[in-house]
C-alpha cells in the first residue's frame, strides 16, 4: 500500500500543501474548520502524523544541484562552519544531507521528518531554484544561503556583490585596461550573475564594446583557472587584465602564470573574489571583491534556530528573512598599467609575438 503523503492530501481536498502541513502542525493560521477535515482526510488515507512535539533539536545542510549526488567546495565548507557556530551556541546539532535520499513523490515535510531535522539550510543552483519556494510552499523551516528571491515566503541570506565587482573593473579601466575579460564558473547562481552584470555594465558605461571571447565559463576549480589562461593568453588578441569571478579560479591563473613566467601584474593584471583570506595566502596578494561566507553562514543558523526554538515554545515565529551583506573591494598587488603589448603564449608556455594584436582602444569621453 503506497505511503500517505502531504501532497495526496491536498490534492484529495482541493487545497494547498502548504496548508495540510499547517493543518497537521497545528498551525494558528488555519481554521478549525479546514483542520478538521484535513484530519479526517489523513486518517482515511492512513497518514501517520510526524512527531513535533519537541523537535529533534537538528537542522539539515542540504545543497540542491543537478549533479548526481551532493556537492560542496571550499565555499560551501566555509559557510558551514559559519553554520555550525551558530547552531552549536544555540544547542543544536548540524546533519549534511543528500537531496537524492529524498523519493519522487515524497513531500519535504515527510523529507525532513524522516531525516529527523526540524529545518533546512538550502543551497541551490540556477538549474535548482525551483525547490526553494517549493519547501516554502510547505512551510517548512528554512533558509536559502547565498542566493536571493522575488517571492517573499523564501527566507534567504546572500551577499551583494554587484558593486564592488563593477568598481574592480572600473580601478582596471582607470589604469588603462581596454582589453579585460571576465572568466566565470559553468555553474551559474546569482553571484556570479551578478558579477557577470557588473563586468558588463563598467565596459558600457567606458564606451567599451563588450567582446565575446573575453567572456569564459569554466568550472571553478584551481585547473579551471590555469585552463582559462591558456585560452585567454594564447588568442590572437589577448587581454591584458582579466576578472576572475571565483576564488579558486584566481588562485588557479595566479599559479599557471607563475609556471609560464609571467610576471603579475607587470605583464598581466588580475583581479578576483575571495570568500574569506585566501588573497593573503597568494603571491603577489591579489586584488579581491570580498564576502564573509562564513558570515553567510553565520547568520542562517542563527537565524533558523532561533526560529526552531520559537515554534517549540508555542510562539510565533518571527517574519521572513530577507537578508543581503554587503562585499567590498580590497586593492591589493596584482593590478598595474597595461604592458604596451600584451603577452600571448602557447598552451605550453612559448611566448608568441604580437605583431597582429591591434593598438590599444582609447576610452569614449
Not at 551558530?86 to 521528518?113: C, H, N, Q, W
Not at 584551481?222 to 589562461?229: E, F, H, I, T, Y
Request: proline share 7%; hydrophobic share 40%.
Amino acid at each position: 500500500m503506497r505511503t500517505a503523503t502531504v501532497r495526496g492530501i491536498a490534492r484529495a481536498l482541493g487545497v494547498s500543501p502548504a496548508t495540510v502541513s499547517r493543518s497537521l502542525n497545528n498551525s494558528p493560521d488555519v481554521s478549525e474548520a479546514v483542520r478538521a477535515r484535513v484530519l479526517a482526510e489523513a486518517r482515511r488515507l492512513g497518514y501517520e502524523t510526524p512527531r513535533k512535539s519537541q523537535g529533534t533539536g537538528r537542522i539539515g545542510i542540504v545543497y540542491f544541484n543537478e549533479t548526481s549526488g551532493p556537492k560542496y567546495s571550499g565555499y560551501d565548507a566555509v559557510i558551514w562552519g559559519g553554520v555550525t557556530l551558530a547552531a552549536t551556541a544555540l544547542k543544536y546539532d548540524v546533519v549534511v544531507m543528500d537531496p537524492l535520499d529524498r523519493g519522487a513523490s515524497e513531500s519535504f515535510s515527510a523529507y525532513i521528518t524522516r531525516k529527523g531535522v526540524d529545518g533546512l539550510i538550502i543551497r541551490v543552483d540556477q538549474q535548482t531554484r525551483q525547490f526553494a519556494p517549493l519547501i516554502a510552499e510547505e512551510n517548512v523551516p528554512h533558509i536559502v544561503v547565498a542566493d536571493r528571491f522575488e517571492d517573499d515566503h523564501v527566507n534567504y541570506v546572500s551577499c551583494n556583490s554587484y558593486e564592488p565587482s563593477k568598481a574592480v573593473v572600473e580601478h582596471l579601466l582607470h589604469m588603462g585596461h581596454r582589453r579585460i575579460a571576465v572568466c566565470h564558473n559553468t555553474v551559474l547562481d546569482t553571484d556570479h550573475e551578478d558579477r557577470i552584470a557588473a563586468y558588463k555594465a563598467a565596459l558600457t558605461d567606458s564606451g567599451i564594446p563588450i567582446a565575446p571571447e573575453l567572456i569564459i565559463a569554466i568550472n571553478a576549480d584551481v585547473g579551471g583557472g590555469g585552463a582559462a589562461l591558456n585560452r585567454l593568453l594564447s588568442a590572437p588578441q589577448p587581454p591584458t587584465a582579466v576578472f576572475f569571478t571565483d576564488p579558486a579560479l584566481t588562485v588557479g591563473a595566479l599559479r599557471r602564470a607563475l609556471e609560464i613566467g609571467i610576471s603579475v601584474p607587470d605583464e598581466l593584471s588580475i583581479v578576483g573574489v575571495d570568500d574569506e583570506r585566501l588573497r593573503k595566502m597568494t603571491y603577489p596578494v591579489y586584488t579581491a571583491v570580498c564576502q564573509d561566507a562564513a558570515e553567510l553562514g553565520y547568520q542562517a543558523g542563527r537565524w533558523l534556530c532561533n526560529q526552531l526554538a520559537s515554534r517549540s515554545r508555542k510562539e510565533r515565529p518571527a517574519s521572513a528573512l530577507h537578508l543581503a551583506i554587503k562585499a567590498f573591494l580590497e586593492i591589493n598587488q596584482t593590478t598595474a598599467l597595461p604592458p604596451d603589448q600584451p603577452v600571448r603564449v602557447s598552451p605550453t608556455g612559448r611566448r608568441i609575438p604580437c605583431e597582429q594584436v591591434p593598438p590599444q582602444m582609447t576610452l569614449r569621453r
